[in-house]
T-cell receptor
Framework: EAGVAQSPRYKIIEKRQSVAFWCNPI?????LYWYQQILGQGPKLLIQ????????DSQLPKDRFSAERLKGVDSTLKIQPAKLEDSAVYLC??????????????FGPGTRLTVL | AQSVTQPDIHITVSEGASLELRCNYS??????LFWYVQSPGQGLQLLLK??????LVQGIKGFEAEFKRSQSSFNLRKPSVHWSDAAEYFC????????????FGTGTRLTVIP
């Protein structure tokens, strides 16, 4: 089966610009996650969707970050405006069942964002 | 508060040598524990996971990990390392109830020398 798809793979922008990342989870997976992985650190959860509803966005900087999953399938993560400290790899993951830790999370290849 | 500590930032081993990567966790309840591997430019791949039962769990690629509750540890081991094992390894902890957020350690980068 196809894995989690993300695009673009790389993005370079200047601070204060806007950027959007796209994720297509594995077909049929109800839960979708966005993680931020800063160089030298482990991934940190930004937001978790179950179908098209938000389960947890407590770590999402809502003044500049937004995310949506309108039809319960694809998701978009947006940063507006970007700051230098947003430079990171943004990982999307999905899991098959609603909100259970026992479900494996399948990760996409990530989008590497560089903010100049 | 939940946290994961991977005390070794970088480890270098010779091909064919044994490997042990350390992971210590802090979690207020019974944890679920995971090891993921990340190759350059790739997403994370699950190596193994512990939920309950036998404290020694087997994973893919010949890896195993042992859960030691008394030491709050979940160390990853492999008896003989291959050059293709060079990658970044992440330990993660999650809860058995509620939202299934995973908390990751900072990772250990493994270099394999011939």
């Amino acid at each position: 089966e196809a894995g989690v798809a993300q695009s673009p793979r790389y993005k370079i922008i200047e601070k204060r610009q806007s950027v959007a990342f796209w994720c297509n989870p594995i077909s049929g997976h109800a839960t979708l996650y966005w993680y931020q992985q800063i160089l030298g650190q482990g991934p940190k959860l930004l937001i978790q969707f179950q179908n098209n509803g938000v389960v947890d966005d407590s770590q999402l900087p809502k003044d500049r970050f937004s995310a949506e999953r309108l039809k319960g399938v694809d998701s978009t993560l947006k940063i507006q405006p970007a700051k230098l400290e947003d430079s990171a790899v943004y990982l999307c993951a999905s899991s098959p069942q609603p909100g259970l830790t026992s479900n494996e999370q399948f990760f996409g290849p990530g989008t590497r964002l560089t903010v100049l | 508060a939940q946290s994961v500590t991977q005390p070794d930032i970088h480890i270098t081993v010779s091909e064919g040598a044994s490997l042990e990567l350390r992971c210590n966790y802090s979690y207020g309840a019974t944890p679920y524990l995971f090891w993921y591997v990340q190759s350059p430019g790739q997403g994370l791949q699950l190596l193994l996971k512990y939920f309950s039962g036998d404290t020694l769990v087997q994973g893919i690629k010949g890896f195993e990990a042992e859960f030691k509750r008394s030491q709050s540890s979940f160390n990853l081991r492999k008896p003989s390392v291959h050059w293709s094992d060079a990658a970044e390894y992440f330990c993660a902890v999650g809860g058995q109830t509620g939202a299934n957020n995973l908390f990751f350690g900072t990772g250990t980068r493994l270099t394999v020398i011939p």
